[in-house]
């Protein structure tokens, strides 16, 4: 999401930064190529034109044309009104002083709003809540087995009726039994239709009267465009909304949801979806985003995944390993599961600064890394930690087991023994240096 913005953003800064002067018209003529950037990207036209004027008014105050870097300032101005336009600030779920914190979800169909349930279930539930999750989803076919499967999925109890129950009284006992199990959160999944209708916005209504939601989330498909907007408006207008879940932020879409739905409603971003994972449901970060978007890369968030991914005690044995260069075939292959588990390997680089715009429209081979791992799980315990006693039979063994080549085993054993030298060369520095000179990223 955000590639085509990110590329048309990209081309114009570039041509601003390598400038020496600037001049109003220069300013000009680029904030109406941005404009139609965002235009482009299906955000609303309106939040489009505004947000160019705010950022005019904020380059004819800082006069950046007088500035000695003035194609950066007009960066860092598009940066903080990006930001602001998506919400400006992180906005973290509130707990009830007094559990269960009731969260209700609502949307239309298509949306992945069961789905969305069961992923911030699992969220919460790593955060140390309780939750339950209540299945008043009665009328779609399958709804409140998707639920259940997800909830077992994550570990989560599910409160259900079955079908052709009265949600409001599915909504109404899940939050009885909530107090019964000391639950602290119910998350309810509340029923959606293919359009808005009164009908639905009556059963949401009572929903809301029966339960007093703590929270109320709308939940949007970042694919849906200029659809979204008029969704977001015709849920809130009868059905009061706290914020959105955005979910499919990992799809083709241009972005314009995301950009448009926070200006137009004013209400911010909890979440977005970033994958079919029961794990890809990250919290939304306005400045995160922004940063994406120029192509400045999103370092905390990839941080926040390893974290996720690594615990300290694996993170202090690995740093044991690469102090003594005593790093096997078997740590690799670790590391290498540890990254495929943290996302999409194009979304990884793209979270690196300065990457992201190389990376634009080069595809990232996702099975490569497979194929790696298919090698080295083809090899022996001692053939891993000891790669030198891998000779031509061999070699011709473990292209056979995992599918590959004798030239693809070649090259993994030869990038892997440059990276052992690395090792050592950063051993000796640290040793002339009194410490190991820097912590090394998964390979």
Known sequence: MFEQLQGRLSEIFTRLRGRGTLSEQDVDEAL??????????????????????????????????????????????????????????????????KPPTVILLVGLHGTGKTTTAGKLALHLKKQGRSVLLAA????????????????????????????????????????????????DVVIIDSAGRLHID??????????????????????????????????????????????????????DARGGAALSVVATLERPIFFVGTGERMEALEAFHPDRIASRIL?????????????????????????????????????????????????PLDQLLGMIPGLGSRMRGAEVDERALGRIEAMINSMTPQERRHPNVIDGSRRRRIARGSGTSVQEVNRLLR????????????EARGQRKGKFPMPLPPS
Do not use: C
């Not at 105050?61 to 009104?81: C, D, H, N, R, Y």
């Not at 044991?320 to 599961?337: G, I, N, V």
């Not at 990038?415 to 950063?426: A, D, I, N, P, S």
């Open 32 to 97: 109406r190529e941005v404009r139609l950037a965002l235009l482009e990207a299906d955000v609303n036209f309106k939040v489009a034109r505004e947000f160019v004027t705010r950022v005019r008014e904020a380059a004819v105050g800082q006069q950046i044309w007088k500035s000695l870097t003035p194609g950066q300032q007009v960066v860092q101005i598009v940066f903080a009104e990006l930001t602001r336009m998506l919400g400006a600030t992180h906005h973290p779920l509130r707990m009830a002083a």
């Open 136 to 183: 008043a989803d009665v009328y779609r076919p399958a709804a409140v087995t998707q639920l259940q499967v997800l909830g077992q999925a994550a570990g989560v109890p599910v409160f259900a009726l079955g079908a052709g129950a009265d949600p409001v009284e599915v909504a109404r006992q899940a939050l009885d039994r909530a107090r019964t199990t000391t639950a």
């Open 198 to 251: 009164s009908d639905l916005l009556a059963e949401l209504t009572r929903i809301r009267e029966a339960t007093a939601p703590h929270t109320t989330l709308l939940v949007l498909d970042a694919m849906a465009g200029q659809d979204a907007v008029r969704m977001a408006e015709g849920f809130h207008g009868a059905v009061p909304i706290d914020g959105l879940i955005l979910t499919k932020l990992d799809g």
């Open 295 to 343: 192509g400045m890369g999103d370092v905390l968030t990839l941080i926040e995944r390893a974290q996720d991914q690594v615990t300290d005690e694996q993170a202090h044995e690995m740093e044991r390993k690469l102090r003594r260069a005593d790093f096997t075939l078997e740590d690799f292959t670790k590391q290498l599961r540890q990254v495929r588990a943290m996302g």
């Open 415 to 426: 990038q892997f023994e440059e990276v052992k030298k690395m090792l050592r060369q950063f």
